[in-house]
């Protein structure tokens, strides 16, 4: 009987099963904070034996509960199974061998995980130190739970304080019984309790007598999701305060108000009450001498949070100053100081305090379970290696006679192909540019600041006509207007582009607001705006009141209007983006329109401060007002001969400025992104006929026509890379960051890893499906990030939080790596249900050939994607000091580091087989969307670098694709078209 328990505890089929609970489990928890928070989703999901998953709340978005309840294995009860399974399996099947080392090491490494996960679950507490400049404080606040706490302060030297829980004082009210202490001289009886409230001033009577509830009531709010930055709940209560039956009066208490309330008692005595977080005192001290927090010009992101402190602690005779700042944390006492937040006036700041005794063990365990899968992938990587060496040997020994000597054309071929692949992806380059009589090259390169970054002019112009219309340029019946002469109208001509369709309109109602019909959705003047501008700023401004995922598709849509127009107008004013750099003392960009006030020319002339002499001014504003002069006058000459000499001054007093703007202007000439596109179409094309041509002819010559155009293809991919690499770095050192810093750059380095792991493959494979894969990832992850740079500059300054090139470098390299190498495998599987379903080219040795190109990448997925995980784990430990903090971005990472698992898994244990292989390699590419995109619709969590309503539809379309392509595939053999398994031949 024991035996047999093992043995069931030991199955492969039981990891499978875990595995996929937990997906579900993470999945729905995921959703479920977006409605309840991520506190008390962990509470109830992720660290409970018993989920009770309401799919109702799943439906709304005001997080209201119904009274159906489905039962599901929490957290703890998975994580305990698991556990059980990994030590039964060791029991049982394995055995300590060279190659089974790998998988023992990575499998101990899991054991400690849960071990730490545990411990963090039981033992870990963190909170929130608040001090004020000039102030010090000894105790941290646990915003998740509050207290009320009666205060004596008649002690000699020091107040007596009686705390009592919040579970207690909640109960109290919910029985309506009273508050009792013997070290309270009065009951407390709770008549309202608000878990999140704010004050309001009051109009009229209010139910308080006494302190701040005279004058304020409390307005109830719905409850903080708990990541959504500093943020938390600020819970109310309305008390009555009673000595010996006598009612002292009622006060109205909120976790936010600093001073207790004044609570006077029969003998005269004075005491306080208040309602505040959980506190615990530390024995020392935190003195705050500064707190800075920066900003990038002209924008409102944050450049740096810092805090300096000074340390006093009388038990060590500690008395020192250090500075805490973003991913920078100070250790003391077994605690960590991480600068999280500050106060919402900036007069201080927010320190986040951890305590965890396991902190060590996730580090622990992931440096075993990373070396561990390291080991057995390098392991696997020998064998796989050694075996194909002898099968290429055999097959050269059963080869008959001497091989034909390829001919020049052959071997040239590739190498032609690549230089059309070459030639194809900087065609852009050497198009012939629009004429113009202004000079608009050399204002193109002018350096302005925007965005917290120096740029060219030229990329500014395309950006607010991205912003505006969701193009870089303009298409009219007369051509095609260059975006940096349509900003130059807009600066100094604007009655020579009002006319221009600059403004993306698409919503019916919307253009029934400017007296258009359906029919005319697309790109308007601002011309048919204007008459209609007071009513698109009314609505919009009723459209501001609601949160962004609150808004109906009218109301997204008049604000889209509202935004694209006042982006014009700030450029018409010439307020944005900042024009004049620092070439004196003052060490900022300005906008034109500032320095132009100061300069004293917008004063009337004869007034004793205006200048009589442009030399006089600010040689940027004197050259700009040159510059705007002419153009207003189209006097070409006169533009010209200023910009230049501007382009001359800047040359010699900001020379790296300059080159760095010339290179940004070349780039963005060159469009290297969208010439890398049609290469990648072109190598899709080409493979598909190859494809047909080698599989379904059986003459010799079509055949040798098929793998000449395979050959073509992988020429043509490979310039497709160089180029798509050379983008890159180019973005690189314009940027001075890692590939990866944003949604649009992960777009385009997620295209590239697959392009570059197909290329590979296709080496050890050459049948030309691994190039069709990553040609067809490559294209469809630069067409996403197309559109994700539809929203203005690309190469914005990191956040505070983010700025750190190591971690950036490293965890997001390496965790795109892994996205890339999962949807490899999910456009290989969709490939194979496709040839097989619908073809009769997917034959036993092709199907094999690709099962194992799916299972090759699939580990080496789990691999990149498990130690980008690892090591985003690890920056935030050091950034908000939780290792795993059940983020909604964290959780997707582990969704994929979950499906590749499952797919190993059910392959060894032989559940699935080729078929269900490719169907799961498929779901790949839905899981993986999402941990990229749809995490980040959401809304909440320290990763929601912005709400995406845009992007909803097309996620939403690709998984459905995605899902209806699983169940053809799911299809059964017989109604496939292709046979992809060799029939047992009859004995005779």
């Known amino acids: 009987m024991g035996r047999k328990l093992i043995d069931a505890f030991a199955s492969l089929r039981l990891t499978v099963a875990l595995l996929s609970l937990s997906m579900v489990l993470i999945f729905v928890g995921t959703l479920v904070q977006a409605r309840i928070g991520v506190w008390e989703t962990v509470d109830t999901y992720f660290r409970s034996a018993i989920a009770w998953i309401d799919p109702v709340m799943l439906l709304r978005s005001d997080g209201s509960e119904s009274a159906l309840k489905i039962p599901f294995p929490g957290g703890m009860t998975l994580g305990i199974l698991l556990f059980l399974n990994l030590l039964a399996a060791h029991t049982v099947r394995f055995k300590l ?515 009589t002499d442009l030399s006089e001014v600010n040689p940027a504003v004197a050259y700009y007002i040159a510059m705007m002069t002419a153009y207003s006058e189209n006097d070409a000459e006169a533009f010209n001969r200023a910009v230049r000499g501007y382009e001359q001054l800047l040359r010699r007093e900001m020379p790296g400025t300059m080159s760095r703007a010339d290179r940004e202007v070349l780039f963005n000439r060159a469009s290297l992104f969208t010439g890398t596109m049609a290469v990648y179409v072109l190598v899709f094309l080409l493979v598909c006929a190859s494809m047909l041509l080698r599989l379904g002819s059986s003459r010799g010559d079509l055949a040798a026509m098929g793998e000449r155009m395979r050959v073509s293809a992988l020429g043509l991919l490979w310039a497709a890379f160089v180029v798509h690499t050379l983008a890159i770095l180019i973005r690189m050192e314009l940027q001075g960051r890692p590939p990866v810093t944003n949604l649009y750059s992960s777009a385009v380095f997620v295209g590239w890893a697959a392009v570059l792991f197909g290329a590979v493959l296709e080496r050890l494979y050459p049948i030309g499906v691994a190039a069709m894969g990553a040609a067809a990832v490559g294209f469809s992850t630069l067409v996403v990030a197309h559109h994700l740079g539809s929203d203005g500059d690309t190469m914005e300054m990191m956040q505070a939080v983010l700025d750190s090139n190591f971690w950036l470098a490293t965890h997001v390299i390496t965790i795109t790596l892994g996205y890339s190498a999962t949807f490899l495998a999910g456009a290989l599987g969709a490939l194979y249900i496709v040839l097989g379903v619908f073809t009769k080219k997917l034959g036993p040795d092709l199907a094999q050939t690709m099962g194992r190109m799916v299972y090759g990448i699939v580990c080496f997925a789990l691999l990149l994607s498990f130690v980008g995980t690892v090591l985003g784990g690890i920056w935030a430990d050091q950034s908000w000091g939780r290792f795993w903090g059940w983020d909604p971005k964290e959780n997707g990472a582990a969704l994929v580091v979950l499906l590749n698992a499952i797919i190993l898994h059910a392959r060894w244990g032989g559940i699935i087989r080729l078929r269900g292989i490719m169907a799961l390699a498929v779901a790949g590419n839905i899981v993986t969307a999402w941990s990229w995109f749809g995490t980040n619709m959401l809304g909440v969590g320290l990763h929601a670098y912005g709400f995406m309503e845009s992007a909803a539809f097309w996620l939403i379309a690709f998984v459905v694709a995605n899902l209806v392509l699983i169940g053809i595939g799911l299809l059964p053999e017989h109604l496939w078209r292709s046979r992809t398994t060799r029939r047992a031949s009859r004995p005779a």
């Open 97 to 611: 061998t060279g190659r089974r080392i790998g998988v023992m090491v990575l499998h101990a490494g899991l054991i400690l995980l849960l071990v730490g996960e545990f411990v963090t679950a039981r033992f870990a507490d963190e909170g929130l130190m608040s001090i004020d400049v000039g102030s010090s404080s000894r105790f941290v606040e646990d915003v998740r739970s509050v207290e009320l706490a009666v205060i004596d302060p008649s002690p000699e030297g020091h107040d007596r304080v009686l705390t009592i829980p919040e579970s207690l004082v909640r109960e109290a009210m919910r029985r309506g019984e009273p508050l009792r202490h013997e070290a309270m001289p009065f009951e407390v009886h709770v008549e309202r309790w608000l878990p999140n409230a704010r004050l309001l001033v009051a109009r009229g009577a209010t139910p308080a007598d006494r302190g701040v509830g005279r004058e304020a009531v409390a307005d109830e709010l719905p409850p903080v999701r708990g990541v959504d930055g500093a943020q938390t709940d600020a819970p109310a209560a309305q008390v009555r305060l009673t000595h010996d039956g006598r009612t002292l009066g009622t006060w109205l208490l909120w976790t936010n108000l600093i001073e207790a309330q004044r609570v006077e008692l029969d003998d005269g005595r004075l005491m306080g009450i208040s309602l505040r977080y959980r506190r615990t005192y530390k024995p020392y001290t935190l003195h705050l001498h500064e707190f800075r927090h920066d900003v990038f010009v002209g924008t409102q992101i944050p450049k740096n949070f810092s805090s300096r402190v000074r340390i006093v602690d009388d038990e060590t005779g500690t008395d020192r100053e250090t500075l805490i700042w973003m991913n920078n944390p100070l250790r003391y006492r077994g605690a960590t100081f991480y600068q999280a937040s500050y106060m919402p006036d900036g007069s201080g700041t927010v320190l986040q305090v951890v305590r965890n005794p396991g902190a060590a063990l996730p580090y622990i365990a992931c440096g075993l379970v990373g070396g561990g899968m390291a080991l057995h992938f390098a392991l696997g990587m020998v064998s796989f290696f050694k075996k194909r060496a002898k099968r290429r040997e055999k097959s050269l020994q059963d080869a008959s006679g001497e091989r034909a000597p390829m001919s020049l054309g052959r071997r040239a071929l590739p190498w032609i192909a690549f230089i059309t692949g070459l030639l194809l992806a900087c065609s852009a380059l050497y198009r012939p540019q629009a004429q113009s009589a202004f000079d608009l090259d050399s204002f193109g390169v002018l350096p302005v600041s925007a965005g917290g970054r120096v740029k060219p002019m030229d990329t500014q112009a395309r950006h607010a006509l991205l912003v505006s219309s969701g193009r870089q340029a303009i298409r009219t019946r007369d051509g095609r207007v260059d975006a940096r002469e349509f900003l130059l109208g807009l600066m100094a001509r604007p009655e020579a582009v009002r006319d221009l369709p600059v403004v993306r309109v698409d919503h019916p109602d919307v253009l029934s607001m400017l007296g258009l019909e359906p029919s005319d959705a697309g790109r308007i003047s601002l011309a048919k705006i204007e008459p209609h501008w007071e009513r698109i700023a009314e609505q919009a401004d009723r459209a501001f009141e609601l949160e962004p995922k609150q808004r109906d598709p009218f109301q997204r849509g008049i604000v889209k209007v509202y935004q694209s127009v006042q982006t014009l107008l700030l450029h018409a004013h010439m307020r944005a983006p900042h024009t004049v750099p620092p070439l004196g003392e003052d060490g900022s960009w300005r906008p034109f329109h500032e320095a132009f006030l100061d300069s004293g020319m917008a004063r009337p002339a004869g007034h004793p401060t205006t200048p």
